[in-house]
C-alpha cells in the first residue's frame, strides 16, 4: 500500500464504493500497532505510518530510498482520509471503533513530531515532502498543510464523539 492510496485513490473510491474504500482504511486500522511500534522506534509517540506498507504494515520502502524514513506526510494523509470517510458516510460506529483511534494515534504523532520555534511557532523538520527527491526539507508545504489538517479533524472526530480533544492538537 503506497502513500497514494488515502490521498489520490481514496476519494474517488469514497464517493462511488464506500465498501472498498472502508476496507483501504480497515486495512490501516488493523495495522495500528505496529504503526505505534514504528513511531517509538523513531523516537515519536503516536502512530508513524511507513510510506510503503507491506501486508503486516511494516515499511516496503528499500534502505537506500529516504522516502521510507522521512516521507511523514503519510500518516496525516491516512488522517485525512479517515475524517473524510466519516464526513460522506455519518458512520459514527465506525468513527468509534476504528476512526477515532487512528485519528488520536495520527494527532498524538504530529505533536511529537513538531519542533517549536522561539516565537511559539511550530515547525516540522527534516522530512521529504510529496515531491520525493527534495530530502531534508524544513516546514515542507505539503507536509505541514496535511498535518494542521488532520490534527484538525481529529479534534472534529473527539467533539462528534463526546471526546475532549488533547488541547495540544489545536495548539
Known amino acids: 500500500i503506497f502513500w497514494d ?11 462511488f464504493n464506500q465498501d ?7 486495512y490501516r486500522s488493523d495495522r495500528l500497532a505496529p504503526a505505534k511500534q514504528r ?16 501486508d503486516t504494515g511494516e515499511e516496503a520502502t528499500p534502505p537506500f530510498a529516504l522516502t521510507g524514513p522521512f516521507e ?11 475524517w473524510n470517510y466519516y464526513r460522506v458516510t455519518k458512520n459514527t460506529r465506525w468513527l468509534r471503533e476504528k476512526g477515532f483511534p487512528v485519528l488520536k494515534e495520527v494527532a498524538d504523532f504530529w505533536v511529537s513530531r513538531v519542533a ?19 530530502p531534508n526539507v ?22 462528534e464523539l463526546g471526546k475532549t480533544p488533547d488541547p495540544r492538537w489545536t495548539e
Open 5 to 15: 492510496t488515502e490521498i489520490w485513490m481514496f476519494p474517488p473510491l469514497l464517493l
Open 20 to 26: 472498498l474504500a472502508r476496507s483501504l482504511l480497515n
Open 39 to 54: 513511531a517509538i522506534n523513531y523516537g515519536y509517540q503516536g502512530a508513524m505510518f511507513p510510506w510503503a506498507s507491506d
Open 72 to 82: 511523514h506526510h503519510i500518516t496525516a494523509d491516512i488522517g485525512i482520509a479517515f
Open 116 to 134: 517549536s520555534n522561539q516565537d511559539g511557532s511550530y515547525s516540522i523538520r527534516n522530512v521529504v515532502g510529496a515531491n520525493e527527491f527534495a
Open 138 to 159: 524544513d516546514d515542507n508545504a505539503f507536509t505541514n498543510g496535511a498535518t494542521i489538517t488532520a490534527l484538525q479533524f481529529a479534534v472534529l472526530a473527539a467533539q
